[in-house]
Every structure is written in C-alpha cells, then in structure tokens.
C-alpha cells in the first residue's frame, strides 16, 4: 500500500540554521507529494506541493523536490527563524484518490 | 474566507456520554474527511465522504458514526464515548483531484 515515512523528530536548531527534514515514499504509480504546517493550537496548513518527478515545491523559503528515482521529498530551508516552530507533515496523494496518506510528523524547533 | 470550521474547540465528556462534532466548509469541495491526531501517530483517517449521501471507512472508523446530508456538513458522532477517543479532531475538506486538503482548526476532546 501506499505510505509515507519521515525523518523521526523532535529537531531542534538555532536560528539561521540550515534544514533538512527527511521524507520518502512508498506508492505505485506518480503520487501528488505535500508538505504541510501545523503552527502551536492550529490545524495543518499547505505549505508546497509537487506534482510530478523533478519538480520542486516552494515557499516561505521552504522548497522540497520530487525525486521519483530515490521516492524522496526532503524540506530544506536555507536560514531558519523563531517562527518556523512548527510539526511538519510529509504526505502523497494518488491521481484520482480523495484520500492523503500522511507521514508521522517532525516537531521543529527553532531557538534564538 | 471562512474555509472549514469546527466547533467545539474543546469538549470534556463522560465515559458513555454521546456528542457530534459539527465541521461545515463554505469552498463546495466534494471531499470531506475526519481526522484523529495522537502523539507520535500523525493523522489517522476516520472517515471520508466524496460528495453528499457518500461515506466511507478510513483507518480507524470503530466508534464513530458519520453522515453527508449537505455538501457544506460532515458531522462525525461519537455514541459511547471511551478514553480511548481522547485525541484532538481534524475536519478536512478539498476539491476533485490533486488539489491539497484545507484543514479546520481541531477539536480537543477529552473523555474521563
């Protein structure tokens, strides 16, 4: 089946770090991929989203890229802030699925 | 934008008591869907709807009841509420395809 699996957390850093939060993959065919955001007492926002192999998401500073080869989508940011304190989501969706599989989480945080 | 809303953000229940809980989404998505977020679990899916009238079973559906009379309302019913249900609730809805899930903001809910 399909299933998402991500870098086991907690992560903390200091700020203006550089971050790289695991995920891989497993599913058949070409999976939509997504990273989501849950900021302290909210619910998960979109962060970026891939499509297809080799493109990269992006925003916020935050980018991911669709690796079919290695059935990864890592979140890297260049220079992390205070505010990027957060649990991250890796999650994939199949063409003509309603259903996301999402992976386990990663509790970011970021000190001063 | 309203989006999708939830209501109560928090509910303390009885072991036995039975409670809804309400989610309605102002975007016309087709999908909507009901999540459970635990410690080191990530999301797990209750159950899913695609479109009015139309449920299904998710991951974990064993005691919760659901129903699709509108496109705007998912209520998800608890009808003997057990500590086992005390986690924090997740209505999601989207569009048809690879469009990602719009989340509501959770309900706390804690059973004693």
Known sequence: GNSV???????????????????????????????????????????????????????????????????????????????????????????????????????????P | NAGVTQTPKFQVLKTGQSMTLQCAQDMNHEYMSWYRQDPGMGLRLIHYSVGAGITDQGEVPNGYNVSRSTTEDFPLRLLSAAPSQTSVYFCASKDRGRSPLHFGNGTRLTVT
């Open chain 1, 5 to 111: 699996t991500q870098m086991e957390g907690p992560v903390t850093l200091s700020e203006e770090a550089f971050l790289t939060i695991n995920c891989t993959y497993t599913a058949t065919g070409y999976p939509s991929l997504f990273w989501y955001v849950q900021y302290p007492g909210e619910g998960l926002q979109l962060l970026l989203k891939a499509t297809k192999a080799d493109d990269k998401g992006s925003n916020k500073g935050f980018e991911a890229t669709y690796r079919k080869e290695t059935t990864s989508f890592h979140l890297e940011k260049g220079s992390v802030q205070v505010s990027d304190s957060a649990v991250y989501f890796c999650a994939l969706s199949k063409e003509g699925a309603q259903k996301l599989v999402f992976g386990q989480g990663t509790r970011l945080t970021i000190n």
